[in-house]
């Protein structure tokens, strides 16, 4: 009898003891092909000599080190990378206030987007502006499940149960081509459209309540690898700075090279105040997140408090920061960014061979090693499938019992429920683990949807 408490309360699972590049290998010794790291979170596979060897030399030498009395040369050096990899802003002006140049250390994702929105409020009390009191973000997006972070996330169920706890959010429609496009409208008009949602609610709750605008920058959990329309974000942050609002964007999933660059914003020609990032950044070696902040917030916080009211105990953990540096220096050295860039369209064009067709399939999207399929009971009126047929837990477990892992979510935007999979495979995956990887999948979705 378990004594530990899962959040599937009901399935037992099985017992995983080893991993070996792209695979992780159970207690009765099956191997699971692992298509999606967790979420998006084995980016280097699950065996990466170097990168352990980074973080044991870490703990031989100094595990923790409180970053209220001490930095150290892991930490540092991350920053430093990070920093100078991160996307520029092409004007002077904004040069040097957008710049993100430096780093606040977490331990994931939620932690991560919760300090960046107490940065960006934060900052807004520090330049004199109290009355900014309210986030706007899309609805149908993860960032998190501390209750900051629920607050700006969009799925109302997963809200619901925490009112009226949560912070007041307003919420407005996600950039989602394949449901929200119109007939005949241009990718470029429909990414302006969309982002004009977000004016509209500005000129509704009144641009002086708003601290900032949270995305992620490719939709991930709830929606499936959904890449924002060409001039979503350049029309978001014009809108952005002429109300004086920030804006955070939100990487935990897309970003650290998953998309093919290191920060996803940078295919968007967009530079963020606050981008957050986990998951990869660890790559599952170390609980480790960020959030890279602009000079602008940075100095605004230093002329005012002069101190930043936040804190984790485990916040810059010396070995997770170590395991970090090491997954940095992989990437880097292995030259992973155009590999991951190959690998997606190897894999995006088996996806279209194998489901193009697919009398279930409504579309296949994504960017890099970040790809979704959505799934319909009819295509051509993109009908979802019934929600009480669970197909996502159903594809779940038939994928598993293939010995693939893979991502299914089911979700609801704006009373549309839709079922889709997401695929994350390690950027060191081969060739013929995508033909296995697809092989798995399909076999998945015969055994789910027979
Ligand atoms: N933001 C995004 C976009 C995410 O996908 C996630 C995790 N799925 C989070 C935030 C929260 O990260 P964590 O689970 O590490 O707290």
New binding site residues.
Partial sequence: MTHVFHRQLKSPLPVAVSGQGAYIIDSTGKRYLDASGG?AVSCLGHSDAEVVAAVKAQLDSLPFAHTGFFTTEAMEELADRLVAAAPRPAGEAAARTRTLDKVYFVS????A?EAALKLARQACLDRGEPGRDLFIARRQS????TLG?LAVGGNAWRREPFQPLLMPAEHIAPCYAYREQLAGESDADYGLRAADALEEKIQEVGAHRVIAFVA?TVV??TLGAVPPAPGYFRRIRDICDRHGILLIL?E??SGMGRTGHLFACAEDGVVPDLLCI??GLGAGYQPL?AVLCSAGIYDTIQGGTGYFQHGHTYSGHAAACAGGLAVQKAIAARDLMPRVRKMGTALSERLQARFGNHPFVGDLRGRGLFQGMELVADRGAKTPFDPSLKLNARIKARAMEAGLICYPMGGTIDGVRGDHVLLAPPFIVEEAQLDELTDKLAQALDAALA
């Fill in positions: 979420a994931g994702g939620s932690e987007v993860y960032h998190g499940n972070a992620e991930g959990a939100d935990v999933m986990a998951k997140g």
